[in-house]
């Protein structure tokens, strides 16, 4: 790599309990819209905004989502908030990367729903100064989103652009319900098998 020219990398974060095919197909947006070099994987480890009584461990989390990932080189996990036993901060992640990966340009991505509550992050103008912020829609209402970012842009003086990736409604929790209930998913072999995980040991492996 040229070093005069920043890499660009994606952060995708969530709790991944467990990981879906949207998760992929968002990266995967963001990744060929944005010619982004590689796309960090970072499940969370605790969350300021979620309650962990009923979070699959980080070691189970980890390891589905490795699964999901390995056939797609520009993909990878990173263990870094999962390794960090308090509260994990967006931004204090985004200075660790940044210490880490000093010659790279960040695009945090993230959901509409995670917009629609921005503003209650801890330092959102800190998160927008060291990330670009990728937004993907959950529904067909790219309008309304457009609508958001302009309003985001606006207040915290940031670079934010919507995503082109295909809509996909399913979520982590109906997924966790169906497994827990024994019932049909549908997708390909190696998602029943990654969620097969839900109920049993991984191996921690990093990619």
């Excluded at 461990?57 to 908030?81: G, H, Q, T, W, Y």
């Excluded at 991505?109 to 998160?127: A, C, H, T, V, Y």
């Excluded at 998913?185 to 029943?192: A, S, T």
């Amino acid at each position: 790599m040229n070093a005069t020219q920043p890499q660009k990398v994606g952060i995708m974060g969530g709790t991944f309990d467990p990981i879906h095919y949207g998760h992929l197909l968002i990266a995967q947006s963001a990744a060929e819209e944005f010619t982004l070099d590689q796309v960090l994987f970072l499940p969370t480890g605790k969350a300021p905004h979620k309650s962990y009584q009923h979070v699959t461990d980080p070691e189970r989390r980890c390891d589905m989502v490795k699964l999901a990932i390995s056939d797609n080189p520009k993909f990878k996990l990173s263990f870094l908030e999962v390794d960090h036993t308090e509260v994990n901060y967006t931004y204090l992640t985004l200075q660790k990367m940044k210490e880490q990966f000093n010659n790279s340009k960040f695009y945090f991505i993230m959901g509409e729903d995670s917009l629609d509550d921005f503003q209650n992050w801890k330092r959102p103008e800190e998160i927008c100064r060291l990330a670009v912020i990728l937004v993907a829609s959950r529904n067909a209402g790219k309008s309304s989103l457009e609508r958001k970012l302009e309003d985001a842009r606006k207040l915290y003086s940031a670079e934010m652009f919507a995503l082109n990736s295909p809509d996909f409604s399913v979520s982590s929790r109906e997924i966790r319900e169906r497994v827990r209930e024994g019932k049909r998913i549908r997708g390909k072999e190696f998602f029943k098998e990654l969620y097969g995980r839900l109920g049993r040991d991984g191996d921690r492996a990093e990619i």
